[in-house]
Each structure stands twice: as structure tokens, then as C-alpha cells.
Antibody, heavy 116, light 110 residues
Framework: EVQLVESGGGLVQPGGSLRLSCAASGFTFGTYDMHWVRQATGKGLEWVSAIGSAGDTYYAGSVKGRFTISRENAKNSLYLQMNSLRAEDTAVYYC??????????WGQGTMVTVSS | QSGLTQPPSVSAAPGQKVTISCSGSSSNTGSNYVSWYQQLPGTAPKLLIYDNNKRPSGIPDRFSGSKSGTSATLGITGLQTGDEADYYCGTWDSSLSAVVFGGGTKLTVL
């Protein structure tokens, strides 16, 4: 079964750091582009970051310079290192697989809460 | 970052048809494929339509997509109460080098 499972979310103080992980299974992880998408409670989807199969990276303007996306193909894992966290980063973070020009597989999400 | 424009809500009776619009610009919807996602309450989004008008395996043909110029449309026929959800459009923005989503449309089946 094709599956993405996020972990690493939790409560962190403003200015703090958190590292999210996404474990992929059921497909050849290294051949797919992967993204992170977040959703604040009661709000819409917001794209965060992407990493290509070749390692090229992209970031939303709101997180550029603070977040770093990476992957470890040998471990079928995707990561999101989040630094200098702000209250507005509070959201459910989804790990997403790209298939063609769309997001075909979504994880269940991991909740990040930035609060003092 | 600029997002795509969707109506906040639409509603229709069971069995009826509804359309949801998604408006963008030449750098996103006008030049890239649009996809649509359904998010049922408390769950992760699910791919409904890709490449403007194609349905993944398992998606019923009650769901359809189209695109003209810088606008895309999701159509749902034979509405069921189980279709009540939030629907999002998304695409790549070539100017921003970023993915952009619409704000989401809440579908109510009366």
C-alpha cells in the first residue's frame, strides 16, 4: 500500500525549531518529487515547500530562509527543518507526493503549534 | 503569494448539479495544468481531478473538470450528501516558482 506518515509535530515556543519527518512506503520514493503543504485550523491549503527527485528545492515566500526541506532516499524519508517559528506557522503539515502535475498521495498530517 | 480565486461556498439539492470556479492568471492557471482536491471533514485532501480534466482511478464520472483561458471549473452531478466537503483547486505558478491553491469552496448539499 502506498503510504505517507508524518511525525515530529508538537508544541514549540515562538522562535523555536522543529523537524518534521515523513516516512514513505509502497513506492520508489527516490523517483518522485515531494512537497509539504500546511493548513491552519479552519483555513485553506497553503503550499510550503518542494524537493525534486534530483534534489532541487523550492519554498513559499513566507517560509524562505527559515525552513529547509530535505530528503534521504535510502531511508525513504522526507524532512522539513523549521527554524525561527512564528505563531502564524501553526498548522497541520501534510507530506504530499507529486504524480505528474498533481498531488496524488497525502499523509494524515502532523500538527505544529507555535505558542508560548 | 497570490492565490487562486474560488467562491467561498456553493450549495445545491441532492441529485442536482453544481459547478465551482477557479480563477487565476497567465502565470498559473493560464499556462499550467489545474488539479482539484476534495477534503472531507477531519481528513486529508484527496485528488479528484488532474491535468485540468482527468479523473484518477476510483473517482466516479460524476466529477468533471474543465479549463478555459485562466479559469478552471469543477463540476459535480448527481449530488449526494457524502459530497459535502471543501474543494480546492491548485496549480504551479511559473512566475513565483511555487504551487498556488484556491481559498477553498465549501459545498453544502441541502
Amino acid at each position: 500500500e502506498v503510504q505517507l506518515v508524518e511525525s515530529g509535530g508538537g508544541l514549540v515556543q515562538p522562535g523555536g525549531s522543529l523537524r518534521l519527518s515523513c516516512a514513505a512506503s509502497g513506492f520508489t520514493f527516490g523517483t518522485y518529487d515531494m512537497h509539504w503543504v500546511r493548513q491552519a485550523t479552519g483555513k485553506g491549503l497553503e503550499w510550503v515547500s518542494a524537493i525534486g527527485s534530483a534534489g532541487d528545492t523550492y519554498y513559499a515566500g513566507s517560509v524562505k530562509g527559515r525552513f529547509t526541506i530535505s530528503r534521504e532516499n535510502a531511508k525513504n524519508s522526507l524532512y522539513l527543518q523549521m527554524n525561527s517559528l512564528r505563531a502564524e506557522d501553526t498548522a497541520v503539515y501534510y507530506c504530499v507526493r507529486v504524480w505528474g502535475n498533481a498531488f496524488d498521495i497525502w499523509g494524515q498530517g502532523t500538527m505544529v503549534t507555535v505558542s508560548s | 503569494q497570490s492565490g487562486l480565486t474560488q467562491p467561498p461556498s456553493v450549495s445545491a439539492a441532492p441529485g442536482q448539479k453544481v459547478t465551482i470556479s477557479c480563477s487565476g492568471s497567465s502565470s498559473n492557471t493560464g499556462s499550467n495544468y489545474v488539479s482539484w482536491y476534495q477534503q472531507l471533514p477531519g481528513t486529508a485532501p484527496k485528488l479528484l481531478i488532474y491535468d485540468n480534466n482527468k479523473r484518477p482511478s476510483g473517482i466516479p464520472d460524476r466529477f468533471s473538470g474543465s479549463k478555459s483561458g485562466t479559469s478552471a471549473t469543477l463540476g459535480i452531478t448527481g449530488l449526494q450528501t457524502g459530497d459535502e466537503a471543501d474543494y480546492y483547486c491548485g496549480t504551479w505558478d511559473s512566475s513565483l516558482s511555487a504551487v498556488v491553491f484556491g481559498g477553498g469552496t465549501k459545498l453544502t448539499v441541502l
